[in-house]
T-cell receptor
Framework: QQQVKQSPQSLIVQKGGISIINCAYENTAFDYFPWYQQFPGKGPALLIAIRPDVSEKKEGRFTISFNKSAKQFSLHIMDSQPGDSATYFC????????????FGEGTQLTVNP | DGGITQSPKYLFRKEGQNVTLSCEQNLNHDAMYWYRQDPGQGLRLIYYSQIVNDFQKGDIAEGYSVSREKKESFPLTVTSAQKNPTAFYLCATVPGQDYNEQFFGPGTRLTVL
């Protein structure tokens, strides 16, 4: 079963706009929530991650918002650029097995010039 | 040049043939993972290995086999029992059990004709 649900499946944004990708999880034992970025033909790479003791984490133009009670977290990309066009995956893992990640379905982001 | 090598980048096989995908790393990471990526389904875990000579089934292990005879290598065999083998296969490594971040290789695209 899919324990991490991601939406939307695809997203088109104009340059300079805000891209928002949402994820919801079921397992309350999850305590680490990363986002991975994947360019076409490449492997994913860690973009940003958050733990549930904070509600928001920002790194440059990328921000994770976390709502523990709703079991949801989201990625916001401010001032989106064409170079941000990629597939984004949310993921989650448990404290007892930190390196085993459960991934969402992925969101294909296209930023138009 | 350190990193994760997956070869070949593209692989074509006839239906009914077994095929082995290579994953080599010189990062001295303990754990290695194999994922399958299909459009709209995210990354699904096939097998993982936390130490040499030990490996565990992931969520979709049927029709696949692995070995971990060396720390640097974790080959994946796609057998004829795998019903839909055409996919993008990704290998990942993790420094150790207490680490969260996974480091991905460039992937192998397998097409079964």
């Amino acid at each position: 079963q899919q324990q991490v649900k991601q939406s939307p499946q695809s997203l088109i944004v104009q340059k300079g706009g805000i891209s928002i990708i949402n994820c919801a999880y079921e397992n309350t034992a999850f305590d680490y929530f990363p986002w991975y970025q994947q360019f076409p033909g490449k492997g994913p790479a860690l973009l940003i991650a958050i733990r549930p003791d904070v509600s928001e984490k920002k790194e440059g133009r990328f921000t994770i918002s976390f709502n523990k009670s709703a079991k949801q977290f989201s990625l916001h990309i401010m001032d989106s650029q064409p170079g941000d066009s990629a597939t984004y995956f949310c993921a989650a893992s448990r404290a007892l097995f930190r390196s085993r990640l459960t991934f969402g379905e992925g969101t294909q982001l296209t930023v138009n010039p | 040049d350190g990193g994760i090598t997956q070869s070949p980048k593209y692989l074509f096989r006839k239906e009914g043939q077994n095929v082995t995908l290579s994953c080599e790393q010189n990062l001295n990471h303990d754990a290695m993972y194999w994922y399958r990526q299909d459009p709209g389904q995210g990354l699904r875990l096939i097998y993982y290995s936390q130490i040499v000579n030990d490996f565990q089934k992931g969520d979709i292990a049927e029709g696949y086999s692995v070995s971990r005879e060396k720390k640097e290598s974790f080959p994946l065999t796609v057998t004829s029992a795998q019903k839909n083998p055409t996919a993008f296969y990704l290998c990942a490594t993790v420094p150790g059990q207490d680490y969260n971040e996974q480091f991905f290789g460039p992937g192998t695209r397998l097409t079964v004709l």
